[in-house]
């Protein structure tokens, strides 16, 4: 099992542990939801890992705003003065687990031990002849006119 793991979030990479508390730009995921993200890379006990193929889950806590910016804006002896804020929309996680297995590992391995049960079918949906249009031709071209060599004549 690794005892860090790197994931990337947002287009930027964070270093978590287990119990780690991150706040991050806004997720579309809704508040006390899991999510996994993806894991970059693994490490811990003298051993990183670049391809892991293991699966970080990560609670969403809260969605805060972040601390206030000011902004300021002045020229020199122009009166010229604008000041506006900014407060960044962010998103609380908290690290779960790091070392599950993936989904996708996991549900191959699964596989072969359930008993395969075939699916009911469900009733055909009748299928309208829907003819496509005729497609357009292109317009004629006129001949390409013949000029005579002076020569000829």
């Known amino acids: 099992m690794a005892d860090y793991a790197i994931i990337s979030l947002?287009?930027?990479?964070?270093?978590?542990?287990?119990?780690?508390?991150?706040l991050v730009d806004r997720l579309p995921t809704g508040e006390g939801k899991t999510f996994h993200p993806d894991v970059l890379f693994t490490g811990g006990n003298g051993k990183p890992n670049l391809s892991p193929r293991i699966q970080v889950t990560a609670k969403v806590v809260g969605s805060p705003l972040g601390k206030k910016i000011r902004i300021g804006k002045y020229k020199a002896k122009k009166g010229y003065r604008r000041h506006t804020g900014f407060r960044a929309k962010l998103t609380e996680i908290e690290i779960q687990s790091i070392g599950a297995r993936s989904s996708s590992s996991a549900a191959k391995k699964e596989e072969p031990k359930a008993a395969?049960?075939?699916?009911?079918?469900a009733a055909a949906k009748p299928r309208a002849a829907a003819k496509k249009p005729a497609a357009r031709k292109a317009p004629a071209r006129k001949p390409a006119t013949r000029t005579t060599s002076p020569e000829k004549k």
């Open 10 to 22: 947002g287009g930027k990479q964070y270093r978590v542990r287990e119990g780690d508390r991150l």
């Open 116 to 121: 395969a049960k075939p699916k009911p079918r």
